[in-house]
């Protein structure tokens, strides 16, 4: 049995010592790197070979990479890097991964040509000023061989243990048996379809109703496929806290049931909640964990390696045991974890880590994406960009004055297109070319800047920094996917301010690429329907297998009532409070229990609870509010308990609306007073003239699917087992509409209410 690895993973395992450093950061964009290499390899002669494939073994090693270019006529091998600011503050430990990786491609290429010895360049190239600084050392077949070597026994121990690992999971995954008693309705069929798809390498989207079990029945199957289809890894992604928290408690009870699966099942979390110190900067000289972080590694990386769930928790203890950071941990983790669970961005974000070291490292992986219905929005979010005039102008105050010029040059631009619009908010065909150069020219000034004064980082700075670097990314990107507007607002005394958004409409040509670069990708929910409209969003592959799962609820469970005697329109707004109020009193007075009341937004919330409070006192109510954190949301869903009496009041689409679990007396009915529909505001009308322009169905793919999909949903909350019997009120005329009802479940049974 041999394992294989790619030259940089190689290196960066045997050469990287010293210090966690960011400071020369952030690196060239991939899309910059890209087209540095190729503005390097444009400059050089007719002979020179591009992208080299080498390979090399060392014992059961197989090394393989590809070169970034060679010169034949002058014998010489170049390791291209981009980078931005001045190289001669570049960390000693970065270069010395440069020069191990241009060493290795070296002793390889001596092996293909049968060389004596070979010049190695490390090609260094400036993306703002495109120009080349190239270091080069001459090495001998022989010198190259034996650091060939010698990173080879460096990793060969790690690689071997690897390679017991990777069997024993194979084998104690074949004969893996589900880890309940019996498969739930639905689940089988969930299961098998999930396993041909990843055997088939298609792509699967899966409706499966809330409460069969949709966690296991995808995870389990993934596991199965582990050994046939040889798979590295199963990124099982989701789009809240607790998706993670339910795909960790199913991998725990998959390995509790089995005779000892030697599963590693990883948890990224975000940055920011990771970090031990963030009050510090990520370099040695600043932060205690980053201070010889790559020499501690080592033990902190052998000691993770031993755990079967290394969840937030778990590699917190790890980290703080071994002294290094926690975040950085992880990341390192991602590369020997057989189960990655982690947000959405992960993987499909233009930056995505997961993403980036699958494909470096040409790994076989499966990708499961739980509540799928919720990635064309969050795809919207990840390759868009905006910026804020007020954040602007607040940092042209602040700004140290080498800076001040450039902000002041994209100050001027935007001014510019801020007087020239007359309405509060107005789409263009695309961001104006000397907004963006002024751009590009700030974003330059404040990398070399930050590069030169790496301590005492003032965080609007960052802030704007990265903001303005995202804005140019889109920017490069934009077609007819996107849009670009202004929005204004009033200040008073004749004063106003604007955002400027590059706006992503269709995600699909962006997460496209990443469906089809795994084995198989499986998106699952409750809410897939129309197919039309997340094929068309998400860029499905025409193979793509569609299935609906049958529900293994019945329709005696719930009861479904059109209450259409009430129109829930911001016209009609006023008028509905007080029939909403005697509605939802007459069905607590009639079975009293726990229900969740769904309204549009905030206010219409807040108006009905408290004619509801001043009118029923007797009746316990609790309202999410604004900004709500974890704890408060969890406190508002522990107002839910099997003896409890009461009613939750909710704004629709919120944290409320899906993804909670309240099974039996917890939760016996919803009162859902809105369609769903988006906001009409110039944006969103915005959107459905392009949405019509592409698609045809403007109002459909704008308001009507998104809106319908929210309702169910919340719906869903009230039946969580087959034991559940509860009652769901759909208050609003449109309801009862045809091309309403067709897009609602089809085991529901719903009738009229007066």
């Not at 699967?204 to 199957?221: D, E, H, N």
């Not at 099942?265 to 010889?292: F, N, Q, T, W, Y």
């Not at 829930?568 to 007459?586: D, G, K, N």
């Not at 949405?691 to 793919?701: E, N, P, Q, S, T």
Request: aromatic share 10%; glycine share 6%; hydrophobic share 40%.
């Amino acid at each position: 049995m041999s394992y294989s690895v790619a030259v940089r993973a190689l290196c960066e395992f045997t050469a990287k010592v010293g210090d966690l450093d960011l400071r020369f950061t952030p690196s060239p964009t991939a899309l910059e790197g890209i087209m540095g290499h190729r503005t390097v390899a444009s400059r050089r002669s007719e002979t020179y070979q591009n992208e080299v494939v080498l390979e090399g073994e060392y014992r059961q090693l197989k090394v393989r990479g590809r070169a970034d270019g060679y010169d034949p006529g002058q014998n010489r091998l170049e390791e291209i890097k981009t980078y931005r600011g001045e190289l001669e503050r570049m960390p000693a430990n970065h270069r010395q991964l440069h020069w191990a990786q241009a060493k290795i491609y070296g002793g390889l290429m001596c092996q293909k040509l049968q060389l004596a010895e070979i010049s190695l360049a490390l090609v260094y190239f400036d993306i703002v000023s495109e120009k080349e600084i190239s270091l080069v050392e001459t090495w001998s077949a022989l010198e190259l061989e034996r650091f060939f070597t010698q990173q080879c026994g460096l990793f060969l121990h790690w690689a071997e243990q690897e390679m017991a690992h990777r069997e024993a999971r194979n084998q104690a995954a074949q004969v893996l048996r589900f880890p309940h008693l019996d498969f739930r309705p639905g689940q089988r069929h969930l299961a098998e379809s999930v396993f041909k798809a990843v055997s088939t390498g298609r792509c699967l989207m899966a409706q499966a109703p809330t409460g069969i079990g949709k966690t296991v029945g995808t995870l389990f199957p993934m596991l199965k496929a582990l050994a046939p289809q040889q798979l590295d890894k199963v990124f099982f992604l989701t789009a809240k806290t607790p998706g993670r928290q339910l795909a960790l408690d199913a991998a725990r009870v998959i390995v509790d049931s089995s005779n000892g699966l030697p599963l590693r099942v990883l948890e990224m979390i975000a940055r920011d909640k990771a970090c031990e110190h963030p009050d510090k900067a990520c370099h040695g000289e600043s932060c205690p964990l980053a201070k010889g972080f790559y020499d501690r590694l080592p033990a902190a990386r052998e000691a993770a390696s031993q755990m079967t769930l290394l969840n937030q928790a778990t590699l917190r203890q790890i980290a703080l045991e071994h002294q290094v950071c926690p975040y950085y941990l992880s990341q390192e983790m991602a590369r020997w974890a057989d189960v990655v669970v982690a947000d959405y961005n992960y993987y499909f974000d233009f930056s995505a880590l997961l993403f980036g070291l699958a494909q470096a490292n040409q790994w076989k992986v499966a990708v499961l994406v739980d509540e799928a219905h919720n990635l064309v929005e969050r795809g919207r979010q990840m390759y868009s960009a905006s910026l804020d005039q007020f954040m602007l102008n607040t940092l042209r105050k602040s700004a140290p004055e080498v800076l001040k010029k450039s902000l002041q040059r994209v100050s001027r631009e935007w001014n510019a297109l801020h007087k020239a619009q007359v309405s509060p908010y107005q789409a263009y065909p695309k961001a104006p070319d000397k907004l963006l150069q002024a751009l590009s020219l700030c974003t330059t000034a404040i990398g070399d800047y930050l590069n030169d004064h790496p301590q005492g980082l003032e965080a609007a700075l960052q802030s704007f920094y990265f903001d303005a670097l995202q804005f140019a990314r889109v920017a490069e990107l934009f077609d007819e996917h996107f849009l670009f507007d202004i929005s204004k607002r009033d200040l008073g005394n004749t004063r106003s301010l604007s955002q400027l958004c590059l706006r992503n409409v269709v995600p699909a040509g962006f997460i496209r690429p990443r469906l089809t670069a795994a084995r198989s990708s499986v998106m699952f929910s409750a809410t897939l329907s129309p197919q039309r409209y997340y094929t068309d969003l998400l860029g499905l592959p025409a193979s793509t297998v569609w299935i609906d799962v049958e529900s293994p609820f019945n329709a005696e469970q719930l009861k479904v009532h059109i209450v259409s005697q009430i129109s829930t329109r911001f016209v009609h707004r006023q008028a509905s409070l007080a029939p909403i109020v005697e509605l939802m009193a007459r069905q607590f007075m009639e079975r009293p229990g726990n229900y969740l009341a769904f309204f549009s937004s905030f206010d219409y919330l807040q108006q009905v609870a408290q004619l509801f409070a001043e009118r029923w006192p007797q009746i316990n109510l609790w309202s999410q509010s604004r900004g709500m954190d974890e704890a408060r949301r969890q406190a508002f869903l522990e107002q839910f308990t099997a003896t409890s009496q009461g009613i939750g009041f909710a704004v629709l689409g919120g944290a409320f609306g899906e993804g909670i679990d309240l099974p039996g007396s917890r939760l016996i009915g919803a009162f859902i007073a809105t369609l769903g529909l988006a906001q009409l505001n110039p944006v969103n009308e915005q959107l459905k003239q392009r949405m019509a322009a592409i698609f045809g169905a403007g109002y459909d793919y704008t308001y009507l699917f998104p809106g319908v999909q929210k309702v169910v949903q919340a719906a869903g909350r009230v039946i969580r087992t087959q034991q559940d019997q509860g009652v769901v009120m759909l208050i609003d005329d449109r309801f009862g509409e045809t091309k309403v009802q067709q897009l609602l479940p089809r085991w529901w049974s719903v009738s009229g209410r007066v």
